[in-house]
């Protein structure tokens, strides 16, 4: 075993835009997930590209996240509220993949938690979502996502 | 659709000094959560300013840090040790916005499980935790906390 | 209280180099708790050093991560493929540590999530991870793993 040391000269403009990169990414989740939480429902699209898709299993073909999954986002916050209810979305164990153009493929697993109006804070479920990420106007936004879930398999 | 080319060269200071805040955050907090788990109600006031203030759900004003909320904290390790269970903090999804002053706006969802002594972890409540972090003598401290707690909205 | 005011300035190669190791680490346990989930005996081990040790609550002595617990991930996977459910681990609240030698030694809290066939995900247990990383052929390994569960303490 050949135990390399550490020091600061030995770190890559390579190794440090991939930790500048790692945060930002983390920060982007964390935001566009908080939005979700809230039921923001004018402010979430603008998360995504213009031309975003969106796949998930329950969903039987790829949609476009503009046109038809925003009335969902507002649909689940109407079921929501009527229950009394609310959810509170994660996101961890992130890989970031720079590509040759720019945009980033990110694989995290996600967990929701719901919160029933009398307490008692559970997980409802676990899944893998996988994205594009692209940045435009200087900001990162969700391309493509997939979203795989572990009950749904 | 203009997806911009994201090379070294288009890095600002800013966004370097951002991951630099950002990775610092993180650890500040997986040190301040564990001190408060592990009942160290010692060095657990250490992470707080001297002046820090509390706002809490299960309280009907702020209080001070230092004065009103160590003695709660060796409360509730008593509470533990005679219930033979244990709690562990998590933090996610955050949010960390530097101001002029050099202090940080914080923002995160948190998470206890509890673990009884006969096993079975779960989930105990999910909630947000809003800082103010100011760095003194060049360690990073909270100067005000604000939890909000989705059970008890 | 003295608030320091935090320029780009003031950021010292020390604090930058935290970062960088921060976001490596981080992405590090999404990899090697990825490849455990997926079942990956193959790519599994090589994420521990050729002498790694595993320390563990169900281990009577520490075994070598590639002759004694390679058959444990195999048997884990069988196990779970006749129960019909999957596990997902997590970690979080991460503490790094670079030591004089290159290594870093990390803490951090960990968390399996079951979801059976029929849906329902929840938490397994907590525990904790303490590793001793070593960087080998430009990558980070773990040389040596302690895990501590809260519900066998």
Redesign the interface.
């Known amino acids: ?8 000269a030995e ?1 890559t ?12 990414v ?2 982007f ?3 566009q ?2 939005i979700l939480d809230a039921h923001d429902a004018g402010a979430w699209p603008d998360t995504f ?3 975003a898709v969106f796949e998930g299993p329950q969903l039987s073909a790829p949609v476009r996240v503009r046109d038809g999954l925003t009335g969902r986002v507002r649909a689940g916050a109407a079921r929501e509220r009527r229950a009394g209810s ?1 959810l ?9 993949r ?1 590509q040759a ?3 980033l493929r990110t ?3 996600a ?1 929701a ?1 719901v ?12 899944y893998v979502m996988e994205d594009v990420l ?5 900001t990162w936004r969700t ?1 493509h996502r997939r979203v795989t879930r ?4």
Chains 1, 2, 3 share one sequence.
């Open positions: 075993m050949t135990i390399e040391l550490v020091g600061t770190r403009p390579r190794s440090r835009e991939f930790s500048v990169l790692y945060a930002e983390q920060h989740y964390a935001q997930l908080r590209t213009e031309d609310r509170d979305h994660w996101i961890g164990m992130l890989d970031v720079p153009d720019g945009s694989r995290c697993s967990l938690y919160t029933p109006g009398g307490g008692g804070s559970r997980v409802l479920y676990v692209v940045r435009t106007h200087g391309a572990d009950d749904l398999a």
